[in-house]
């Protein structure tokens, strides 16, 4: 590796009809439905976002895959991470793009893969008129038999040439590392020992600041009350040394939002949001929660700081979650920040996580639109090409 930073784009797979997704929202419900009703909430909220170069398409079809690839790269992108999701029980959904990028060695683009390994309920992917949401797919850890079974899947993308790899292993990101079962990482790693493979590189999403009572690495209960805002490095610290990760994915919107307003509003508004169903107007200026994002602890050689270019949740959630003032400028000052953090890392681990690639409905992607262009595409070539 040289000195640049590895920059490894989220990637969402929810851009084709599936089974599932018609019987719960509708024929030919994608990340797009979403997407294509948005309306803007007050004056000057930038709703509805609509894809420029690529259009609204469909990840069934191969010449989009290699587009993206090509746009990636060109933005000194190293790579897609995956969503993949297995329920348990061998139960997938929205695995097709992948396995097709998988058979078909196209593109040839580096990739890794990232368990979202939450349930689906009937406000993941929409609003659906509630807050209080429904089971649709629960997640579950089902034991040895079922870690082996999705092992065994994961292997074949493993030994693929185009794996991304850390320190020789290929990496793997759990989206909830808090919920995952102690004795997964272990058996995991003995498998892919035994397997010829020099291991798995194991990274946990995490909130910089979080309200989980956590068990230290020393016996000790810890809690700070309502999302602490100076203490990522305890979070960091129960990713690796008591979940057993190798690294943590660091992400700082809460700390970032609370910091922006303060702790009582934040606590406030999560309360009449998700206790009382009440619709509570939640805006942020980008600029400013951007200020908060990122901490110390992001230094570290074990954290991985994630790259945040928008943020708008309205499409799937309403009035909560949107980061107002996001444009490619700003982004780029982001950038910078992120870059300086990681500069003195060993080479394979200057990772900076982009959330996101293509989570549309979030407002959270860097892929062309009508408004921006390849402006945040472009912000990324231009701050990667001064790190060359």
Same mark, same amino acid.
């Given at each position: 590796?040289?000195?640049?930073?590895?920059?490894?784009?989220?990637?969402?797979?929810?851009?084709?009809?599936?089974?599932? *997704?018609?019987? +719960?929202?509708?024929?030919?419900?994608?990340?797009?439905?979403?997407?294509?009703?948005?309306?803007?909430?007050?004056?000057?909220?930038?709703?509805?976002?609509?894809?420029?170069?690529?259009?609204?398409?469909?990840?069934?079809?191969?010449?989009?895959?290699?587009?993206?690839?090509?746009?990636?790269?060109?933005? #000194?992108?190293?790579?897609?991470?995956?969503?993949?999701?297995?329920? #348990?029980?061998?139960?997938?959904?929205?695995?097709?793009?992948? /396995?097709?990028?998988?058979?078909?060695?196209?593109?040839?683009?580096?990739?890794?893969?990232?368990?979202?390994?939450?349930?689906?309920?009937?406000?993941? &992917?929409?609003?659906?008129?509630?807050?209080?949401?429904?089971?649709?797919?629960?997640?579950?850890?089902?034991?040895?038999?079922?870690?082996?079974?999705?092992?065994?899947?994961? =292997?074949?993308?493993?030994?693929?040439?185009?794996?991304?790899?850390?320190?020789?292993?290929?990496?793997?990101?759990?989206?909830?590392?808090?919920?995952?079962?102690?004795?997964?990482?272990?058996?995991?790693?003995? +498998?892919?020992?035994?397997?010829?493979?020099?291991?798995?590189?194991?990274?946990?999403?995490?909130?910089?600041?979080?309200?989980?009572?956590?068990?230290?690495?020393?016996?000790?209960?810890?809690?700070?009350?309502?999302?602490?805002?100076?203490?990522? #490095?305890?979070?960091?610290?129960?990713?690796?040394?008591?979940?057993?990760?190798?690294? %943590?994915?660091?992400? #700082?919107? &809460?700390?970032?939002?609370?910091? %922006?307003?303060?702790?009582? +509003?934040?606590? =406030?508004?999560?309360?009449?949001?998700?206790?009382? *169903?009440?619709?509570?107007?939640?805006?942020?200026?980008?600029?400013?929660?951007?200020?908060?994002?990122?901490?110390?602890?992001?230094?570290?050689?074990?954290?991985?700081?994630?790259?945040?270019?928008?943020?708008?949740?309205?499409?799937?959630?309403? =009035?909560?979650?949107?980061?107002? /003032?996001?444009?490619?400028?700003?982004?780029?000052?982001?950038?910078?920040?992120?870059?300086?953090?990681?500069?003195?890392?060993?080479?394979?681990?200057?990772? =900076?996580?982009?959330?996101?690639?293509?989570? +549309?409905?979030?407002?959270?992607?860097?892929?062309?639109?009508?408004?921006?262009?390849?402006?945040?595409?472009?912000?990324?070539?231009?701050?990667?090409?001064?790190?060359?």
């Amino acid at each position: 590796m040289d000195h640049k930073a590895r920059v490894i784009a989220f990637y969402l797979p929810q851009f084709h009809p599936i089974p599932e *997704n018609d019987k +719960w929202w509708g024929k030919g419900f994608t990340e797009w439905t979403n997407v294509g009703r948005a309306k803007p909430l007050f004056r000057g909220h930038y709703q509805p976002r609509v894809p420029a170069d690529l259009g609204y398409y469909d990840l069934r079809l191969p010449e989009v895959r290699e587009a993206q690839a090509e746009m990636a790269r060109d933005a #000194g992108i190293e790579g897609f991470c995956y969503w993949h999701y297995w329920f #348990g029980n061998g139960k997938q959904l929205l695995e097709r793009p992948f /396995n097709e990028v998988l058979a078909s060695g196209k593109p040839d683009f580096p990739f890794c893969l990232g368990w979202a390994n939450h349930s689906w309920r009937t406000n993941t &992917w929409t609003q659906g008129g509630k807050q209080r949401a429904e089971m649709i797919v629960e997640q579950k850890y089902e034991g040895a038999d079922d870690y082996k079974s999705h092992f065994q899947y994961a =292997l074949t993308a493993f030994r693929d040439k185009r794996y991304i790899t850390v320190d020789g292993k290929p990496l793997f990101v759990i989206f909830d590392p808090y919920q995952l079962p102690q004795d997964f990482i272990p058996m995991w790693r003995r +498998w892919a020992t035994e397997a010829g493979l020099p291991g798995i590189h194991f990274v946990g999403y995490t909130q910089n600041s979080n309200n989980r009572p956590l068990k230290l690495a020393d016996g000790t209960n810890y809690s700070k009350g309502f999302f602490a805002t100076d203490e990522a #490095g305890k979070y960091y610290d129960y990713v690796v040394k008591v979940l057993g990760f190798d690294a %943590a994915v660091g992400v #700082g919107t &809460w700390r970032a939002e609370v910091c %922006a307003k303060n702790r009582f +509003w934040f606590a =406030l508004q999560r309360q009449l949001t998700y206790r009382l *169903n009440m619709k509570v107007r939640n805006v942020y200026d980008y600029r400013k929660v951007m200020k908060y994002y990122y901490v110390e602890e992001d230094k570290r050689e074990n954290v991985y700081p994630t790259l945040l270019p928008q943020w708008d949740r309205s499409p799937r959630s309403g =009035l909560n979650g949107i980061y107002h /003032n996001s444009r490619p400028e700003y982004f780029e000052k982001t950038l910078r920040t992120a870059l300086e953090l990681i500069s003195d890392k060993q080479p394979e681990h200057r990772i =900076l996580f982009l959330k996101s690639w293509n989570e +549309w409905a979030e407002g959270n992607y860097v892929e062309p639109d009508l408004r921006y262009g390849h402006g945040y595409l472009d912000a990324l070539k231009n701050c990667l090409a001064d790190e060359s």
